[in-house]
T-cell receptor
Framework: GNSVTQMEGPVTLSEEAFLTINCTYT??????LFWYVQYPGEGLQLLLK?????DKGSNKGFEATYRKETTSFHLEKGSVQVSDSAVYFC?????????????FGKGTHLIIQP | DGGITQSPKYLFRKEGQNVTLSCEQN?????MYWYRQDPGQGLRLIYY???????QKGDIAEGYSVSREKKESFPLTVTSAQKNPTAFYLC?????????????FGAGSRLTVL
């Protein structure tokens, strides 16, 4: 079956530091890949997505590139802010259509210190 | 503005009681989902529905029930058979066709069993 593995948290960084959150996946075919963000006490919001190999998703300074050869979709940001503190989820939807929604990783809690 | 409304935001229940969580969407989405979130475990799928009057079990359906009598509504009942119901519950929806990959989430309902 499909699965997503992302780095364990919490990840603690200083403001303006470079961020990488690793995400690798297991799936057959060509799944669609997503990063969602969850702020305290709230639901999940879509941050970015990529639907085919070598696509780069980007939003709010965050980027992730769909790497088929390494089955990875790592999240990066060049200079983080305190407001980026949240839990980040990597997710995939199978190439078969995935009527049962998305498969999520366990989430990475990011803490940005001023 | 279109979106998903979950209620109540916080709910306390005594052991042995059933409780129903509401999920309403005005996005005209066909598919709706319920996920359960526990610390360090990510999101796990409880039930999903692709069309009115039809729904399927997800990975952890035991102790839960749902109905889909209207396109806009997908309530979740947590029954007394659910052994460990204390968790954060998230409802989501998605369209069919183009855009089907992207899930929109509600703000969540936190259930605590006393």
């Amino acid at each position: 079956g499909n699965s997503v593995t992302q780095m364990e948290g919490p990840v603690t960084l200083s403001e303006e530091a470079f961020l990488t959150i690793n995400c690798t996946y297991t799936a057959t075919g060509y799944p669609s890949l997503f990063w969602y963000v969850q702020y305290p006490g709230e639901g999940l919001q879509l941050l970015l997505k990529a639907t085919k190999a070598d696509d780069k998703g980007s939003n709010k300074g965050f980027e992730a590139t769909y790497r088929k050869e390494t089955t990875s979709f790592h999240l990066e940001k060049g200079s983080v802010q305190v407001s980026d503190s949240a839990v980040y989820f990597c997710a995939l939807r199978g190439s078969g259509g995935g009527a049962d929604g998305l498969t999520f990783g366990k989430g990475t809690h990011l803490i940005i210190q001023p | 503005d279109g979106g998903i409304t979950q209620s109540p935001k916080y709910l306390f229940r005594k052991e042995g009681q059933n409780v129903t969580l509401s999920c309403e969407q005005n996005l005209n989405h066909d598919a709706m989902y319920w996920y359960r979130q526990d610390p360090g475990q990510g999101l796990r799928l409880i039930y999903y529905s692709q069309i009115v009057n039809d729904f399927q079990k997800g990975d952890i359906a035991e102790g839960y029930s749902v109905s889909r009598e209207k396109k806009e509504s997908f309530p979740l009942t947590v029954t007394s058979a659910q052994k460990n119901p204390t968790a954060f519950y998230l409802c989501a929806s998605s369209p069919q066709g183009p855009g089907a990959n992207v899930l929109t989430f509600g703000a969540g309902s936190r259930l605590t069993v006393l």
